[in-house]
């Protein structure tokens, strides 16, 4: 058993999927005791009404703020390369479209993925992954979609696999394949669906659990609504659960085709219309907004409150890519959240733990402040929520726990470092 004691204020987050109206309303309980028996918590409470169990090892939390360990339900961590010089002509004025129509983007990180190895992506990827836990975040999903050969998707989701054994996240494979077309399909990109939907494909992706989760690029400079569909109804057949990046650029009805298909989170949202946000309400879409992204791009954000007035469950991710979110921090995109986007700390919280869980499915388990939760926690070197995020360019996470364990623990001189 291990009491974590002397909490500044337990953040008691409930579990997801919480709806919009409800996630600025959430409990702390100041000085707090929380306990873990069996990576579990167990129990939690008032520090002066706890009676200590027998052979209960005790870990000072300083007075410090506690809250479950965050959530990324979206990102791109495995890749090779790198894109600094979109960053540039951005700012010189092309759009992120125009760099993806004139041949960069996302096929630029493609070429230099097909020529990494296997265990060249593990080596890029776990220093990403070791700083991404040091800033608290203890699950991370991570999609494949930068192979776009069937060898290349496969071996990205191998490297995921990997991973998962390598360092404490716990890791999540989404099957992205309908990324974009690849160069040598690119007048073809019906003919490239069929080699990454093919039975044999699918079959060895589901019977490996290489993945539980199948996304597709509904966009533009990507895949239509009718290809979309399309993937993500073959892709269910053999178990893998829909999820889309939709209304990213330009508005084409994904957030319908998500609501339609009954994927569990749609993702972006930037332009994202009334009926689009009604449609996701009625199907219990999970909304996951990615700040960062329209932030690094310099461009409009989704419009959360509206999103969050309709009452649905709204999550945060990264968006971490070479492209469009070089941005590995969650409590970063979460201060991003709150300012641009204003959404409040709580909700912040609440959409980068709850209702990211329920964005992977794992909203059982994972993500909430509840008995019989796992102990995935973060302890912070600030006494309560609200000045965490009021501080974004300094990581405040002093101690992370994963299933009970200890796995990253910081003075305050060595966390101070972002
Ligand atoms: O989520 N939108 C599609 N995919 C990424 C960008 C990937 C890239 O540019 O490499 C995104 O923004
Ligand atoms: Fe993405």
């Not at 991404?132 to 490297?159: A, H, W």
Request: proline share 5%; glycine share 8%; charged share 20%.
């Amino acid at each position: 058993v291990l009491a974590i004691r002397n909490i500044g204020e337990l953040v008691v987050v409930p579990p997801g999927p919480v709806g919009g109206r409800l996630m600025r309303d959430v409990s702390a309980v100041r000085s707090a005791t929380l306990l873990i028996d069996g990576g579990r918590i167990v129990w939690f409470g008032l520090d002066n009404e706890l009676t200590v169990p027998p052979d209960c090892e005790t870990l000072d939390a300083q007075c410090g703020c506690v809250l479950p360990g965050l959530i990324d339900c979206h990102t791109h961590t495995v890749f090779a390369g790198t894109r600094e010089h979109e960053f540039t002509q951005r700012i010189e004025g092309k759009s992120y479209a125009e760099i993806a129509e004139s041949g960069g983007g996302i096929r630029v990180t493609v070429e230099a993925v097909r020529a990494a190895s296997r265990e060249q992506l593990v080596e890029l990827a776990l220093p990403r992954l070791q700083r991404m836990l040091r800033r608290g975040v203890t699950t991370v999903e991570i999609k494949s979609g930068y192979g776009l050969t069937v060898e290349d998707e496969i071996k990205m989701l191998e490297v995921i696999q990997r991973l998962n054994t390598l360092q404490p996240i716990e890791l999540v494979a989404t099957y992205l394949a309908a990324h974009t077309t690849p160069r040598e399909c690119a007048a073809r990109p019906d003919a490239y669906l069929d080699l990454v939907l093919d039975d044999a494909v699918l079959t060895r992706i589901r019977d490996e659990k290489l993945a539980e989760f199948c996304d597709v690029f509904c966009e533009r400079t990507a895949f239509n609504v009718e290809q979309s569909r399309r993937v993500l109804a073959t892709a269910k057949r053999f178990g893998l659960t829909p999820r889309l990046h939709a209304d990213q650029i330009t508005q084409s009805g994904a957030s319908m085709l998500a609501a339609e298909v009954g994927a569990v989170s749609a993702d972006h949202l930037e332009t994202i219309d009334d009926a689009g946000i009604a449609a996701l309400k009625a199907a219990g879409c999970v909304a996951v907004l990615l700040p960062g992204c329209s932030f690094f791009l310099g461009v409009e954000q989704a419009p959360a409150r509206r999103i969050l007035d309709a009452d649905l469950p709204v999550a945060l991710a990264t968006d971490y890519n070479p492209g469009s979110a070089m941005i590995e921090s969650l409590p970063l995109v979460m201060h991003i959240a709150c300012t641009q986007m204003r959404m409040t700390p709580t909700e912040a919280i609440v959409a980068a733990t709850a209702n990211a869980a329920a964005a992977l499915e794992r909203e059982g388990r994972l993500g909430a402040i509840q008995t019989g939760m796992q102990a995935d926690l973060i302890i912070l070197d600030v006494p309560n929520h609200q000045r965490w995020l009021y501080e974004p360019g300094r990581n405040c996470v002093r101690t992370v726990v994963k299933k009970g364990r200890i796995v990253a623990e910081y003075g305050t001189a060595d966390g101070s470092a972002i």
